[in-house]
């Protein structure tokens, strides 16, 4: 397979870059490639321009003054595992890097465009060259293979990344042709499977923000898959824990969940329940299956949903676990 | 005796420099003056009549040379098997009909892709869409759309019969009146690829002269030449089929492909050399698999596990053409009769077309299907009999000298010493005694056992092997094979017996290989006989140049024949070591006192030298092999009851190959097997849905990592020894050691959580499944 043609642009500023981008449809920005050039490949989009975002000012992981922690759009995910500054403040932002794809994908591939990926299904994800040639719904046409009955796309949402800025509170800043504005992480994404972004055609993520955390807190971060390595995820889970001081109890829990919907999740009913709780194995087998029965699970990649349901609960289970024990690890250290 | 240098050695390959440097040509590599790109159009339907093909707009994009339609070809049908019986079905480009999506319906030649491509989206098809169906159970029954008409000799009430297989011998009835014990299970294999790296590729240049030159990615040339030649209209002798490096082949590169025909083809339109290099997709979605299977056996045992009677019936889905689809079900006959004892056996196999991409041999072509159905049985009886698994395999296996229903003759069988040798290597009854009630906890570990075996080198068109040695006048060796090495070092071993017939260092055995033109004929590296049968003709003919030498040495040094010594490109008398010639004066001796002779050496070599043909297909009548090998696995395996994931934890291969010619390769292949294996049971599938792949690549379709490869361990169990000057008898390595383990597999998730499974792949899923049900 090859790629089809495109003219290559290498703005050297935001401002250049948000302009060459607002000048006309057929643009799209360009990242470390590792999701859209294959989709190039198989003709989901042919972008006449590509915006590189390679020629662009970068800046290492910050801590400011007020300890939020700013990272640029245009991070390797690679960088993400060896930012002392991440592996400080957010570890589970590098806990869910380590997991994405294969070290050479994580060489190439970008925060920025890990969590502007698109939606990913079966039918979708190869050439119609002579296969499911009739455009299915996401590719402009009326039906969907996936469920022929119904009108709607059922694509699903694989980043293994935006779960954990979910549950890390983060924010991007967007820059466009109106300026640049600060957006809460779960403001960028639609739920709606045909267009997971609310982002516009001339918007750039140039950064993302997690705000100062409230220590101590506990970090899991789970990844389920068949294989274990070059896989996107059956389901993720990541699990964010503030506790009180004997770090055995709940104060907030904020637990967010990736691949099996439109976008990631929050299991806000389940994070509700565990606060104010001990995190005993009872209660986390609890909560672990709350998170399960109420969340939304679109069957993907073969899987059903009583399967992915299945998973999402030992999946939880084991995330809020590795959360759980990483306390257990800062209190005997502390002691 | 002298003690063997080489064969038996632990020796590195031949062809581990050229690839590790990356110097290894491969056929993608081949890039010729003026050398075009051909791409192919294929079929989006699965089964529909081709009512006109207009190429008009395609011919007039800028930079196209060619396009060509059933309408450019002679209209030459050609199969994987081609015999009275099963004459060949399938033309290189759809003329009437197309019978799967993907099937070749025309190629275009253009200076580069992007104009082949654009040509491609031009040309006009237009079909009338037929019924299609997909299921081959479904499609048996009357008023199934009908793909090709029932063979004419299946007289049953069934529709889209490719072939049919029927055998037994004995009284199953009355077998089964016999026995204690009678069960009956079903057991379904799914699809998978082979997966090998190299895509498929070739380059074809017709020269002004009229001669044809192939580059292409395949199993042996000489098939290629022979299909090529037929369906383009061309003397074989005008077709030259060259070698390049090949990645892997996994029986998915055999016979002819239609890319191979069209690049040929576009070449002789344009005279300009065409490369066709297919993509990863469309090897998942157009290209063969391998064979999905319905396996029913029923099984009469005695009280002590002595099987009195065993019936089987398979059924093949064999998509669009016969592929090997009629072939499969005549081996796993085989498969099912070779390791045990079966005083009564019936056995009907069905070959049934479906709108399916063609299916072609995977390495173990219906081993492992059939393999890991009797051996999950066999378990399951010993269980309800309250036997071992290890005595009940020992009770019915076959022993040496035994003759087989066909008048094959096992020879050296080791079959019970790998039983018994792996046994006692793992600790299998004690570790599988453990009871289920003990094992608590999220992971649970088991052990289970399979046993298989294996053919060797059958006769198929070519069926024989020849090969030439030449002394050079350095005193060095020149191998002429036609042996193509795939990746599996059929290079190294020829090396290897040339090298010790000889008593000359391996360095000097240069080997010029695969090439249609210049090398002997060669029965392919395929139905596992290269090291056997090309082996022999290597063997042979280095000991044509041996008996020359000698001959020479003797007049020479005034000794006698029986007295002389060959050590290290040397003839000495033994006991007077000063008393010798060096190959290098022997050979100019030669030319000097033998009228000019340059010291040339042939030998040839085939399988059941006396018998004429290969076996019936259809009644399994007539001698299949001269050599099976026998192997015994266990798999030692860990359960995750909470997500249903397996872990295969150590695999143990013990096997009887004969005698290893190449300790090292065999141990490679061993566990090259085993991880294929491993991703048959775990991972691989090909997920279809009316005849279209949903997962066409790497990513989805997923082959297994080094994270998820188990330890593997070997037990030699040697029945046969190589000695300079005679034949030899080694078997098969390179393809059976993925089936005894597949079950091996099976047995030991159900000895670990007491989970069944009839079908393969074992998804967590499906164990989870299970787990819920005995909860
Ligand atoms: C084999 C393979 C395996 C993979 N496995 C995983 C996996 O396990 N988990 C996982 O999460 N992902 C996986 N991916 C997807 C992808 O590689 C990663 O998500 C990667 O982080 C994408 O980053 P990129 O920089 O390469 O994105 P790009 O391909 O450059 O961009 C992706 C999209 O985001 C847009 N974009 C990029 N940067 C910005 C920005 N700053 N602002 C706005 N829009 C932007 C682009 O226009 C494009 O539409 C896999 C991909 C492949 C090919
Ligand atoms: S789920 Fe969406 S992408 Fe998949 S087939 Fe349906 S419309 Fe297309």
């Known amino acids: 397979m090859y790629l089809p043609k495109f003219t290559l642009e290498s703005p050297r500023s935001i401002e250049e870059a948000v302009s060459l981008l607002g000048s006309g449809e057929q643009t799209k920005l360009l990242s470390g490639g590792t999701d859209l050039f294959p989709r190039m490949k198989y003709k989901l989009c042919s972008p006449g321009v590509l915006i590189s975002l390679k020629g662009l000012p970068s800046f290492p992981p910050q801590i400011d003054e007020e300890r939020k922690l700013i990272i640029d759009a245009n991070i390797s995910l690679t960088a993400i595992t060896l930012s002392p500054e991440i592996l400080e403040k957010a570890p589970l932002l590098a806990l869910a890097a380590q997991k994405v794809a294969t070290r050479e994908i994580r060489n190439m591939g970008t925060l920025g465009g890990n969590i502007c990926q698109e939606t ?86 140039t950064k993302i923000i997690v705000p100062k955390t409230q220590s101590p807190s506990g970090n899991g971060f789970a990844k389920f898959t068949v294989r274990k ?68 699970i679109i069957p993907h990649h073969g899987y059903s949903k009583k399967y992915l349901t299945e998973c999402l609960k030992i999946q939880s289970k084991q995330a809020l676990n590795d959360a759980v024990e990483g306390l257990a690890d800062q209190s005997n250290r502390g002691r | 005796m002298s003690e063997l240098d080489y064969v038996g050695k632990r020796i590195l390959r031949k062809d581990g420099p050229d690839k590790v440097t990356g110097k290894a040509i491969y056929t993608v590599d081949i890039q010729l003056k003026g050398q075009l790109v051909g791409r192919i ?69 253009a200076t580069d892709v992007y104009a082949a491509d654009k040509a491609l989206s031009l040309i006009k098809v237009t079909y009338e869409s037929l019924p299609a169906v997909f299921d081959p159970e479904e499609a048996m029954i009357p008023g199934a759309p009908e793909i090709h008409p029932s063979h004419p000799k299946v007289k049953e009430d069934l529709v889209n019969i490719g072939g049919k297989t029927a055998s037994g011998w004995g009284d199953v009835e009355a077998g089964f009146q016999e026995a204690d014990y009678v069960r009956e299970d079903r057991f379904e294999s799914h699809l998978r690829t082979h997966g090998f790296l190299e895509p498929h590729a070739t380059v074809a240049s017709f020269e002004a002269d009229g001669k044809l030159n192939v580059w292409t990615s395949s ?17 074989q002798s005008s077709v030259r089929v060259k070698k390049a490096y090949v990645g892997g082949a996994f029986g998915g590169k055999i016979d002819l492909y239609t890319h191979e025909f069209c690049a040929a083809l576009l070449s002789m339109k344009t005279s300009r050399p065409v490369e066709i290099i297919a993509t990863r997709e469309e090897i998942f979605t157009a290209y063969r698999h391998g064979q999905p299977m319905i396996v029913t056996v029923k099984t009469g045992v005695k009280k002590d596990g002595t099987i009195v009677a065993q019936e089987f019936k398979t059924i093949n889905n064999s998509g669009g053409y016969r592929g090997s689809g009629v072939v499969v079900i005549f ?89 018994l040798d792996i046994a006692k290597h793992t600790d299998f009854t004690a570790k599988f005694g453990i009871s289920r009630t003990e094992k608590q906890g999220r992971y649970r570990k088991g052990i289970g056992i399979g046993v298989s075996a294996y053919f060797g080198g059958s006769l198929i068109y070519p069926n024989s092997s020849s090969v030439i040695v030449k002394m050079n006048d350095d005193g060095s060796v020149s191998l002429l094979t036609g042996s193509l090495d795939i990746g599996q070092g059929s290079e190294t071993i020829l090396c290897q017996i040339v090298a010790e017939e000889l008593k000359i260092p391996i360095e000097e055995v240069q080997v010029f290989a695969a090439d249609t033109e210049t090398t002997p004929v060669d029965i392919g590296v395929w139905i596992s006989g290269n090291a056997y049968v090309t082996g022999n003709a ?13 001959t020479i040495a003797a007049e020479e040094l005034n000794a006698d024949i029986e007295n002389l010594i060959f050590q290290n490109k040397r003839v000495y008398i033994s006991g007077q070591p000063e008393r010798s010639l060096s190959y290098e004066e022997l050979v100019a001796l030669s030319i000097q006192k033998h009228r000019g002779d340059s010291v040339i050496g042939n030998g040839h070599w085939r399988t059941m030298r006396d018998e004429p043909f290969h076996p019936s297909l259809a009644t399994t009548k007539g001698r299949w092999t001269e050599n099976y090998a026998f192997d015994a696995q266990t798999a030692e395996v860990e359960v995750d009851t909470e997500t249903g994931n397996v872990r295969l934890l150590k695999a143990v291969t013990a096997h009887d190959c004969g005698f290893p010619i190449n300790p090292l390769q065999v141990e490679g292949q061993i566990d090259g097997q085993v991880s294929m294996a491993l991703g048959h049971a775990f991972m691989e599938e090909i997920m279809m849905e009316k005849g279209r792949t949903l997962n066409p690549s790497w990513l989805d379709y997923r082959m297994p990592s080094i994270c998820n490869i188990a330890d593997s361990e070997h037990i030699d169990v040697i029945t046969e020894r190589y000695q300079v000057g005679k034949p030899y008898r080694t078997k098969e390595v390179g393809e059976g050691y993925v089936s005894a383990i597949l079950a091996a597999i099976a047995n030991a998730i159900y000895n670990a959580v007491g989970v069944r499974l009839f079908s393969t792949p074992f998804t967590p899923e499906k164990i989870l499944k299970g787990l819920e049900k005995i909860k």
């Open chain 2, 41 to 109: 159009l294929r079929s989006p339907h699965a089964h529909a009549r081709i009512l006109d093909i207009d190429i008009s707009l395609a011919l007039e994009v800028p930079g196209v040379k060619a396009v060509i339609t059933g309408k450019d070809t002679l209209g030459i049908k050609h199969g994987f098997v081609e015999t009275p019986r099963y004459p060949a079905d399938q033309y290189p480009l759809a003329m009437d009909k197309v019978r799967f999506i993907g099937e070749e319906v025309a190629a275009v030649a």
């Open chain 2, 331 to 419: 081996l796993v006959w085989g498969f099912a009769m070779a390791p045990y004892r079966i005083p009564n056996m019936k056995y009907k196999g069905y070959s049934v077309y479906t709108n399916n991409p063609i299916r072609s041999p995977q390495r173990g072509h219906g081993a492992p299907q059939m393999r890991f159905a009797v051996e999950s049985q066999l378990d399951m009886i010993a269980a309800e009999l309250g036997i071992s698994p290890i005595d009940i395999r020992l009770k019915n296996a076959r022993v040496s000298g035994e003759m087989l229903p066909n008048g094959d003759n096992v020879h050296n069988c080791g079959l019970k010493d790998c039983v």
């Open chain 2, 538 to 550: 290597a063997r042979e003919a280095a000991g044509d140049v041996r008996r020359k030498l000698m």
């Open chain 1, 120 to 205: 990913r299904c079966l039918y979708l994800n190869q050439t119609h060259t002579f296969q499911f040639t009739e455009p299915c719904l996401k590719r402009g046409g009326k039906e969907c293979y996936f469920a022929p009955k119904g009108k709607k796309c059922w694509a699903t949402f694989m980043s293994d990344i935006a779960p954990t800025l979910f549950c890390l509170n983060a924010s991007v800043i967007v820059a466009g042709l109106d300026g640049e504005q600060q957006i809460k992480i779960e403001e960028i994404y639609t739920n709606d499977s045909l267009k997971p972004l609310s982002l516009k055609p001339d918007q750039i993520i």
């Open chain 2, 219 to 235: 199993q042996g040339p000489f098939i290629k030449r022979a299909k090529l030649a037929k369906t383009l209209g061309l003397p």
């Open chain 1, 229 to 296: 390595t070059i896989e996107f995820a059956i389901v993720n889970v990541g699990v964010f824990l503030e506790t009180e001081k004997d770090l055995k109890t709940c104060k907030k829990a904020r637990i967010a969940v990736g691949a099996v919907s439109e976008g990631p999740q929050r299991a806000l009913e389940a994070e509700d329940w565990l606060a104010g709780k001990s995190l005993s194995k009872e209660n986390i087998n609890k909560v672990s299956q709350k998170a399960a029965s109420s969340l939304k």
